[in-house]
């Protein structure tokens, strides 16, 4: 551990929950130096959904490695593009009737925002932005303005402007869609028409806050009403997280651009696409670009991840099955221990239980680690404990994991009754 503590940057954070060194990772499990096992419900934060080394993924990738596929190709066309392009098509855009063309930007969730917005202030020409109360989506300025954390946002050291902030969906008891709409219909509200309003449907690091198919609804009225465009970054909870491939679909509505990062490589590694609408394709070659668009071996694993699970409902029932099972759980939490726990947050396998305060999620957590399970907190207090294990994890792990969770809380539990005594 001393190299990291000599080398490496305070800005760690993860190492600091977890700390042990990993070197092995395989499906649902992590292994450490010491040959210590552990179960992975955090998955990457949400750039495992398939899990750890996938066999069918990492086959396909060391076939192309062994034929001297491109590895780096900025934006020059390739087979391994132009298959994975294909496959979008067929197997995710085309079956839910969407008409996006694709834009490969930067690997990270961030670029991804960043082309998003620029490409909409753009199209709009109008530089205001509109984002919601407890939104993450990500730390360079532009997506950074966006996100609502006051850990994150004094990192920057700098203004983070152009940006209005209106209540998420049951942010105090505020119907922030009305407060919306009523502002931008009023000359003396001073909002600034925006160009689009950016939105996560489900707010992973914000808490797991779950926008109802019903506001959603509304939301894409009033942008269509007002001729502004409606942007879901869906980087955490897209990749079928939330049961679906994008988490708006439940909902019905098109967004008019959309931000995929984190598990769309289906490895691991770094990808990162904005779709949007082709009306909105004004940029000029070159205008947004970046050194590390071009990822070959994510297209190649990409393509396999949507060949293998995407072609029909089977990982859709899979994960539906296994929410009802951690539900299940979380629910028997609510009735047991009332005093500790307040409910129940998120949809899918972007779910956990909302806890009295940070102090007690930490414990949680921190326990589950001492006994094989690495799993994290959410929330603007980090009061959320947050169950993210990779999609494909079997029942029988997921159940294992779960008394794992089950056996904290009671740990917890005796502790404090016996310093209570």
Sequence with gaps: MDIFKKQESKVRSYSNSFPVVFTKAKGSWLETEQVDRYLDFLAGAGSLNYGHNNPVFKQALLDYIEQD?????????????????????????APRQLNYVTQFT???????????LKLARKVKKRSSVVAFTNGFHGC?????????NQHHRQGSGMSLNNITRIPFEGYADIDGLKLFETMLTDNSAGMDKPAAVLIETVQGEGGLNVASNQWLQRLEA??????ILLIVDDIQAGCGRTGTFFSFEPSGIKPDIVTLSKSIGGY?????????KPELDIWQPG????????NNHAFVTATKALETYWADDSLEKHVAASSEII???????????????????????????????????????????ENGLVIETAGPNDEVVKFFSPLTISHDE????????????????????????
Excluded at 287 to 294: A, I, K, L, P, V
Aim: with cysteine; glycine share 12%; charged share 20%.
């Design 106 to 116: 930067g690997p990270t969730g961030t670029n991804a925002v960043e082309a998003a």
């Design 287 to 294: 205008e947004h670009n970046g050194t590390f668009r071009g």
């Design 222 to 227: 009033i942008c269509k009403q007002h001729d």
């Design 140 to 148: 360079t300025a532009g997506a950074l303005a966006a996100t609502g």
């Design 268 to 276: 691991g590694l770094p990808m990162a696409i904005v779709l949007f």
């Design 398 to 421: 997921l159940t294992q994991g779960l008394a794992i969770f089950e056996n904290a809380v009671e740990q917890i539990v005796a502790k404090d009754f016996k310093q209570a005594s």
């Design 69 to 93: 596929g491109i590895t780096h190709g900025l934006d020059m066309h390739s087979t391994a593009k132009a298959n994975f392009l294909e496959v979008l098509e067929r197997n995710i855009l």
């Design 327 to 369: 539900s299940k759980v979380l629910d028997k939490c609510l009735h047991d221990h009332a005093d500790l726990f307040v409910q129940k947050k998120g949809r899918g396998m972007m779910i956990g239980i909302e806890c009295n305060d940070g102090e007690l999620a930490g414990q949680i957590a921190k326990t589950c680690f």
